[in-house]
């Protein structure tokens, strides 16, 4: 059965609280095995991506190096992107680094195309991509993340980082908004 949230917008809850901690605990532990030896610097797409990075690197039990990055992008709505812009830059040098981008959705792929770009030219030692949620339908295959939370439909989703014009980040779950709140 299908929980609503009426007081929130919310249609239906995609992902609970509680299923989403057990798949972070998950992913957190490939990353340790993963990481064990070389101190990564992790970094957080900022803001959507923001309680899944630090409830992530929570989870990851070996040392790493924390930063921020934030990019805005420019569409047709809220949810496509188009341009994309660099607001924020990281705070550490990655040359020679291992590198963990955590995104909070893989969309059309826009964005995390151009992050990619922007840090390979740095010269890491490798760039991976941790994404909470993969829009399977709406990219192509080469641009999907090599650790994801969950496969979702081409649906708009909010909570847990997640938002539509800023709003219902903060609500603990994700859930499917209601169309009637953006169209
Ligand atoms: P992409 O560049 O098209 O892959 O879009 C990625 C960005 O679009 C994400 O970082 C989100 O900020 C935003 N986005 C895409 N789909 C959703 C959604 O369903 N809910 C909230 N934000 C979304
Ligand atoms: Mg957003």
Redesign the pocket.
């Known amino acids: 059965m299908k929980i609503t949230d009426e007081k929130n917008d919310i249609e239906y809850i995609l992902f609970s609280e509680e299923e989403i901690k057990v798949r972070v605990i998950e992913l957190g532990a490939q990353l340790t095995e993963i990481y064990k030896n070389s101190a990564p610097v992790v970094v957080c797409?900022l803001k959507?991506a923001s309680f899944f990075y630090t409830d992530l690197c929570r989870q990851i039990k070996c040392p790493i190096h924390m930063d921020f990055i934030s990019v805005s992008?420019y569409g047709k709505s809220a949810?496509?992107?188009g341009v994309v812009r660099l607001l924020k830059d990281l705070d550490n040098n990655i040359t020679g680094r291992d590198v963990l981008i955590v995104?909070?959705?893989?969309?059309?792929?826009?964005?995390?195309k151009y992050l990619k770009e922007l840090l390979e030219a740095r010269k890491p030692k490798s760039i991976k991509i941790a994404c909470l949620l993969d829009?399977y339908q709406c990219?192509a295959p080469e641009i999907g993340a090599d650790f994801k939370g969950f496969d979702v439909e081409d649906q708009?989703?909010?909570g847990y980082g997640?938002?539509?014009a800023d709003n219902y980040r903060n609500l603990p779950y994700i859930g499917v908004l209601k169309p009637e709140c953006y169209e």
């Open positions: 797409i959507g992008s949810q496509t992107s995104e909070d959705v893989i969309d059309s792929g826009l964005t995390l829009k990219h708009f989703v909010v997640l938002d539509y």
